[in-house]
């Protein structure tokens, strides 16, 4: 096991599923709060944060996430934390990551749209140039805030259109925001260029994942593991090669599953779904890149070229440039020749 953990750890990876502010190191999340202490539920000391982020359940972990982003005040905190999430992922060897970033959120607590895209591409820039990592982003819908917020993101996302947007989502509570009613706003950021990668099937069942297919024009899903509970929609995503971002711990973390030995991944694998694995909000679910290769490589029964098969994969989903892709999939093949 400590072989396949190094193996890991050298393994040069893609991450596609992880949010921005939910990558708050300890260290940040710990500083802000003790720069608001008193106006923020959030413990200013970093011991304390395992606890604060114990989730009762899903509600539950979008309410402490909402506490955490209140902390985010302006521009200069945007761009430390986003810098701070590039030097983490290198240290993870991570070379691409697309992470969800929800401008929304932010510009609602009163930082403006322009300063806010200034600050994630300068952090975008730093990182590339201080840790050779690529940043791009997924401006997503916060659907707990409804339409307004669609529409809100969407205009930043066309009137801004930072270098690094790449993609549209919707993410948040599942339960109660139904995805069909986001399609108009799918369709413009589709028409302008953006790949669709709406959450779904993370809290709801398989409808939820087949109205993202079907309205929002998913070309991957976030999450997505109620599909194991539908034959005919694995079918349909292993026959379209649509593929699920999946997150094991944050499924247990945030009580979507109830153990890891029953989450779905194995089931989605052998029905020939395309998937990749991702950390989703790392700091906030005790995990990183690294171990959410290593379950997975415990529930899929991976060895050394299983996990390097898991990599690539990671790399050809995602919305990298071809020449990008190619020299990172080599990067990864003389990894692994290099590991004998
Ligand atoms: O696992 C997740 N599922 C859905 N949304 C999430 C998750 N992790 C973080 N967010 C974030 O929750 C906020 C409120 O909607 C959004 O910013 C979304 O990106």
Redesign the pocket.
């Known amino acids: 096991m400590t072989d396949l953990t190094s193996f890991i750890a050298g393994l040069p990876k893609a991450e596609l599923h992880v949010?921005?502010?939910?990558s708050a190191s300890p260290r940040i999340v710990a500083e802000l709060a003790a720069r608001h202490e008193g106006s923020s539920p959030v413990p200013a000391d970093p011991a304390r944060l395992a606890d604060y982020f114990e989730f009762r359940d899903?509600a539950h972990?979008?309410e402490v996430?909402?506490s955490v982003?209140d902390l985010i005040r302006d521009d200069e905190d945007v761009r430390l934390l986003t810098y701070e999430i590039g030097r983490e992922l290198a240290r993870q060897n991570v070379r691409y990551a697309e992470l969800?970033?929800?401008p929304?959120?932010s510009v609602k607590r009163g930082i403006a749209a322009k300063a806010f895209c200034e600050a994630i591409e300068d952090a975008r820039a730093g990182a590339a140039r201080d840790f050779g990592v690529e940043l791009r982003w997924c401006f997503?819908?916060?659907?707990?805030?409804g339409l307004p917020s669609a529409e809100e993101t969407l205009r930043i996302a066309l009137d801004e259109r930072p270098d690094g947007l790449i993609s549209f989502?919707l993410?948040?509570?599942?339960i109660g925001v139904p995805r069909p009613q986001f399609k108009p706003y799918f369709d413009k950021a589709r028409a302008a260029g953006l790949h669709s990668v709406p959450?779904a099937g993370?809290?709801t069942g398989p409808q939820t994942i087949w109205d993202a297919l079907t309205d929002l024009g998913a070309e991957r899903i976030?999450?997505g593991i109620a599909a194991a509970q539908d034959e005919r929609l694995m079918a349909h995503l292993a026959e379209r090669q649509i593929p699920l971002e999946v997150?094991p711990t944050?499924n247990l973390r945030?009580r979507a599953v109830a153990d890891l030995d029953e989450h779905p991944i194995a089931r989605l694998v052998a029905a020939g779904v395309p998937v990749s694995v991702n950390s989703?909000?790392p700091p906030?679910f005790g995990t990183t890149l690294e171990q959410e290769y290593a379950t997975a490589a415990r529930l899929l029964k991976l060895d050394v070229d299983g996990v390097t098969d898991l990599a690539r994969d990671a790399v050809r989903h995602s919305f990298r440039s071809p020449e990008g892709k190619t020299a990172l999939l080599a990067e990864i093949d003389a990894y692994r020749a290099a590991q004998g």
Do not use: R
């Open positions: 949010h921005h502010v939910g899903f972990f979008i996430y909402l982003v969800t970033v929800t929304y959120s997503d819908i916060p659907g707990e805030a989502g993410g948040g509570p599942e959450h993370e809290t976030g999450h997150c944050s945030t989703d909000d906030m």
